[in-house]
């Protein structure tokens, strides 16, 4: 039997309405159940699934979506639209992009098998391309640019670089630094304003340059990063209007999910694609994205154009009636007719765990002059709530959650319900490189860089890996005293004072270490963090704590990070301890690791970032006493056009804020004060079944959440019990000093410790089977002129390719003209752009030089074929390409590319080549097929049905050779360019000498040339 569902009014007609439609959806109103039914409704008329585009914030929201309609479609025995579901157009913005380019890769000028680079491959790219800009920055000896260096600092100038290229490529802002507020070109008082707008002058060059580094780094890879998929496809939908007008033809309907939390290029993205209904779905007050660039404005025009057209979605059947009244009372008060409020429409059995919202208000002051930590007694506190909720019956630990503004100190909070035997999961903390086993196995890894790095030494000593007491660590600093203090682990000077378990754990260390220091060298860096955890029984020691498991999945996430580090800047151990220090300092946002048990019978601490979109029976809103816009002064803050305001570094030494940074600061802390009201009602309405606001302050006036939401009730320090509050009431605790807590168990030791003698021996083990030999070379890209010259002399490429040796230089007589590489060049040129710069380029060009080019411009005007391209629509000239063979970027350039609507494409290779006796044939048979394979291999990977490459010789008219490929030809291809790449990749440069040597840098250095044996 098909189940029916019973629709509010404004869920009817959110479903029901076509055109453009705008719909208002609070927080538990069924929006997402909406959307489901307005894509079933969409398939009922006869819309195809393929024909709708479903636009959601992230990919756990996109996976729950197409799960959610797979289940209806089911419900409703719609099996063939079900099968359909995986394939369907649902996903993020990101995902939408990647999907265009892949199609239309060609077009938009990339690799077709691009890879969208992690969070953290992004980070070591970034980082990569800063060191070359740097260094390519202050090459040239620039005084000014090297008085930036100087003033500012590397690290100020990544953290701002890093700022600026983020928030301009993330909104679709060129890379244009203009200050927010224009200095005076006539007052004496803006002298210095006007000096730190020549400074960030010379930031905008470096931050162009380090975009091009960047972009090079990536290139390298055939990597885009998430702002590329973006920028590229806008950029295409653009340029290519035919592209755009099929996307807008295809879909019958785009549907937007999360409104509130997109911005002005994404929204442009969607109206690029948009050629039917249009479908937008949101909630002004759970926009919490600014960290990622989301634009809240952007919501509120698009529902001012709507005007009373908007759908408002106010039936929530998520939260019990006492949990809505404390939000509607809390927000209608302090938003009036901005906000509407939310009605409880739920269907629920029996009594709540209590029929108040309960507020737990921490006495800041009270706790000082008792000498009290204020927010350990406030985690005393929820801890002690929790544990009488659980043991009255109302809820398991598993239906109980404590949300964080930031999760700083959720280890406070966590410490406290342990106390009171309560098992817990904590999905947040101080930040991943902030936590101390990361830090731990960093310090060991420079250690291994430096053995005279005495902070590295003692924070290894101190740590879980050796587990040394303070006193211990106290003699081995003594007994060195002015040298390093890895001396003190020489036999003259080995301290005789300590105790027998610092003794043992000391000597234990050295011998490890000295171990590692020379297995080194072997070890790729996966293998050495893999082979320290395992030598000091690092995992063995984690897991006897009481949070082991996420200790020790945070240890595992490190060397992950050392993988990927790895795969893409090689064995660098330095780099990548640098890598991890630089992304501490930018305080990147990598997350903890996650864990198995999450989700189970255990009090879940989290962010509230991470908790939207979800449901708990109890929420308890913690620590909402941290203070708001708790980072230092900020170096750099934009306006939303891009406008600059700095922190400037003068001569003197003193910072000071400049260019308007000031009022922008002012602004964004005003933007900050209000989406951190957003975040605590998108805590709030999580709650199922019962709610929990906890925090501590000194005074009402304090500019804290919780001393927010009090002033806005009405209540404070001086309320306790019950407080009538408009519509609703309120259940306040005031908490001042705690309870003196139950002393805790001894902690697990430091270093486990298994020396104990085995009763039986160990087994035989096989003899150890070697891994095969790398590769002699490895290549990470190469064209189709690189194999070319490898077939005319393996040597050379060496040279050049390999060791990147300077061509040779060779002067030309006084005269002679232009070489046929340079004939050719010309050609070329003058047929992408008829004009005259090739002439600058070769200013050496006789009047044969001249003749022989003009002959060939004609041979081309009148062949058959140039009649040909002059009837396509829509050639593309020199249109770059570049596609992936066994993790080897190939890369080129087409002269003249088009490609017809039933998937038939054409490529024309112009070849300035004297033919003489030579058939055109002949001489595409010896020397360019590498070159019709690459070509053909492109634009079959791109997604053409079939190629023509056709090579013009135009030293004779219509002398033209064909080759044509359909995709059943792909793997013969790709077969013949991995047999062409095979020598080098095996180390195989074998010298051919010949008339090419004169221009070899490797000739008489490291080549005799014509003068090798025969």
Not at 120 to 148: H, K
Request: with cysteine.
């Amino acid at each position: 039997m098909i189940a029916t569902r019973t629709w509010n009014r404004g869920q009817a007609e959110a479903i029901e309405r076509r055109g453009r439609v705008f719909v208002s959806a609070g927080a538990g109103t069924g929006k997402t159940s909406v959307l489901i039914e307005r894509v079933v409704r969409r398939l009922q008329e006869g819309t195809p699934l393929d024909h709708l585009l479903v636009i959601t914030f992230t990919e756990r929201a996109a996976d729950e979506l197409k799960r959610r309609i797979r289940a209806r479609l089911r419900e409703l025995e719609m099996l063939d639209a079900e099968a359909a579901v995986e394939s369907a157009w649902i996903s993020t913005i990101d995902g939408l992009c990647a999907r265009v380019l892949r199609a239309h890769a060609l077009e938009a000028g990339i690799d077709p098998s691009f890879a969208v680079a992690s969070e953290t491959e992004m980070r070591i790219l970034q980082s990569e391309a800063f060191a070359q800009t740097v260094e390519a920055f202050g090459e040239d000896g620039d005084p000014a640019r090297l008085d930036l260096l100087a003033r500012y600092g590397q690290d100020r100038l990544r953290r701002i670089a890093a700022e600026l290229h983020g928030r301009l490529r993330g909104v679709g802002l060129p890379l244009e630094l203009r200050p927010h507020r224009e200095p005076d070109p006539d007052s004496a008082e803006d002298a210095p304003e006007r000096e730190t707008a020549a400074d960030l002058a010379l930031i905008e060059q470096l931050l162009v340059l380090f975009d091009r580094h960047y972009q090079a780094v990536k290139d390298v890879r055939g990597r885009l990063d998430f702002d590329d998929l973006e920028l590229v496809a806008r950029d295409l939908l653009r340029s290519q209007p035919d592209v755009a007008a099929a996307y807008r033809e295809r879909f019958a309907e785009v549907m937007v999910d999360e409104f509130q939390d997109t911005n002005r290029l994404q929204v442009e993205l969607v109206e690029l694609v948009c050629g039917g209904d249009l479908f937008l779905v949101g909630d002004e007050f759970q926009s919490i994205y600014r960290f990622r660039r989301a634009d809240v404005e952007v919501y509120r025009e698009q529902r001012a154009v709507a005007g009373d057209a908007v759908i408002a979605l106010d039936e929530n059947y998520r939260s019990r009636p006492h949990v809505l009244d404390l939000v509607n009372e809390a927000y209608g008060r302090e938003f009036g007719a901005g906000y509407h409020d939310l009605v409880a429409a739920g269907d629920f059995d029996g009594d709540p765990p209590a029929p108040e919202v309960e507020l737990l208000l921490t006495d800041v002051r009270a706790c000082r002059e008792d000498d009290i930590a204020w927010r350990q007694a406030e985690a005393a506190a929820i801890a002690r709530r929790v544990r009488e909720l659980v043991d009255a019956g109302v809820c398991g630990a598993g239906g109980v959650v404590l949300l964080f503004e930031a999760g700083t100190d959720a280890g406070t909070y966590e410490d406290a319900l342990q106390q009171q035997d309560l098992p817990t999961v904590r999905a947040t903390g101080r930040g991943y490189y902030g936590q101390q086993e990361v830090g731990d196995l960093i310090a060991y890894l420079r250690l291994l860089i430096n053995r005279t790095d005495d902070r590295a030494l003692l924070s290894v000593l101190a740590s879980p890996l050796v587990g040394m007491s303070n006193d211990g660590l106290g003699l081995i600093r003594l007994a060195t005293r002015r040298a390093a203090a890895i001396g003190a682990f020489e036999p003259a000077r080995w301290p005789q004072a300590l105790s027998e378990a610092d003794n043992r754990l000391g000597q234990a260390f050295k011998l490890r270490y000295d171990r590692l220091v020379e297995r080194q060298p072997g070890y790729s860096l996966e293998r050495l963090c893999e082979a320290i955890v395992a030598e000091h029984d690092f995992d063995l020691a984690l897991l006897a704590r009481p949070d082991g498991d996420r200790r020790l999945a945070n240890v595992r996430k490190l060397v992950r990070l050392a993988r990927e580090y790895e795969q893409l800047r090689g064995p660098d151990l330095e780099g990548f301890v640098r890598f991890c220090e630089e992304q501490a300092d930018l305080a990147a946002r990598e997350g903890e690791a996650a864990i198995a048990d999450e989700g189970g019978d255990a009090v879940v601490l989290m962010t509230v970032h991470s908790a939207k979109g979800l449901e708990f029976p109890v929420v308890v809103l913690a620590d909402a006493g941290r203070r708001l816009g708790g980072r230092g002064a900020p170096d750099v803050l934009l306006d939303r056009r891009g406008r600059v305001g700095i922190r400037a570094c003068p001569d003197t030494g003193t910072t000071r804020p400049a260019l308007g940074l000031k009022e922008l600061g002012d602004d964004d802390k005003r933007a900050e004060r209000e989406e951190g009201r957003r975040r605590q009602y998108v805590a709030m309405t999580r709650a199922q079944q019962h709610l929990i606001v906890s925090g501590g302050f000194s005074k009402a006036e304090d500019d804290t959440p919780v001393a927010a939401l009090c002033r806005v009730l009405e209540v404070g320090l001086h309320s306790e019990g019950l407080v009538e509050v408009g519509r609703t009431r309120v259940d306040v605790h005031v908490v001042g000093v705690p309870e003196t807590p139950a002393a805790l168990p001894d902690e697990a030791p430091d270093q486990m410790h298994l020396f104990a003698a085995l009763e039986t021996p160990l087994p035989e083990l096989p003899e150890l089977q070697l891994p095969a030999a790398p590769p002699g070379v490895s290549l990470r890209r190469i064209s189709y002129s690189g194999l070319a010259l490898y077939d005319r002399c393996g040597y050379r490429f060496y040279a050049q390719r390999i060791l990147r040796l300077p061509e040779r230089q060779v002067d030309r007589p006084q005269g002679e003209g232009m070489a046929g590489v340079e004939i050719g060049d010309a050609v070329h040129l003058l047929l992408e752009r008829d004009d005259e710069r090739w002439r600058e380029l070769y200013p050496h060009a006789t009047a044969e030089d001249e003749a022989r080019i003009a002959r060939m411009l004609s041979s081309w005007a009148g062949s058959q074929l140039a009649e040909r391209v002059r009837g396509l629509q829509g050639v593309s000239v020199e249109l770059p390409f570049a596609f992936a063979v066994d993790d080897v970027l190939i890369r080129g350039r087409f002269d003249l590319y088009h490609r017809s609507a039933d998937g038939s494409a054409l490529v024309v290779d112009y070849k300035t080549n004297l033919l003489g006796d030579r058939t055109p044939d002949e001489l595409v048979e010896r020397s360019y097929g590498h070159q019709v394979a690459i070509y053909a291999l492109a634009v079959l990977l791109g997604g053409a049905a079939s190629v023509e490459v056709t090579y013009a010789f135009l030293d004779q008219p219509d002398a033209v050779v064909v080759r044509s490929f359909t995709a059943d030809d792909l793997d013969s291809l790709r077969d013949g360019v991995r047999a062409s790449m095979a020598p080098i990749l095996e180390g195989r440069f074998l010298p051919r000498p010949g008339p090419w040597c004169n221009e070899c840098p490797a000739l008489d250095l490291l080549c005799a040339g014509p003068a090798l044996p025969s």
